[in-house]
């Protein structure tokens, strides 16, 4: 799914009428699955309601992400910084030019189990998927 972009009337990247996208979750960069063992922890942090993210600008380059839920405590209903002025240094070093309202890398989001083992077979890794297919139990596929 490619992520929309928005530009203010001036032409400038901005963040209003954002809502606070970037504010509602923290996600970590972390290392492409390479086993059988690495695709099973990925079931397990879905499971826990964790989303894995795989951003690809580049058809030989994947980035994957775990996305963890939570809204900022100060951000306000209507998506506005209540501490802008003493932001974490992650908000304060936050590019808008990586903002998922810009970026133009196409971002598949995985929410269930069904979902990667699609990813999975997508990606040529068809052989590992029949092997973690039979690691699972048929109800929690």
């Not at 209507?78 to 974490?88: D, F, M, N, S």
């Not at 070093?93 to 196409?106: G, V």
């Not at 269930?112 to 699609?118: G, I, N, P, R, Y």
Request: proline share 4%; charged share 30%.
């Amino acid at each position: 799914m490619t992520k929309k972009r928005a530009i203010h009337s001036s032409g400038e990247k901005t963040c209003e009428g954002c809502g606070g996208l970037c504010c509602s979750y923290a996600a970590v960069e972390t290392d492409a699955p390479t086993s059988i063992d690495d695709y099973e922890d990925l079931v397990f942090y879905i499971y826990h309601g964790v989303k894995v993210s795989v951003a690809q600008d580049d058809p030989r380059k994947r980035t994957w992400f775990l996305e963890f839920p939570g809204r900022c405590r100060y951000l306000t209903a209507e998506g506005l910084c209540t501490i802008y002025e003493h932001r974490p240094r992650v908000c304060r070093e936050h590019d808008i030019e990586e903002c998922e309202r810009y970026n133009h890398e196409e971002i598949t989001d995985i929410t269930t189990v069904a979902e990667l083992f699609a990813l999975m077979k997508r990606i040529g890794r068809g052989p590992w998927l029949k092997s973690l297919k039979a690691r699972l139990p048929k109800e929690l596929r």
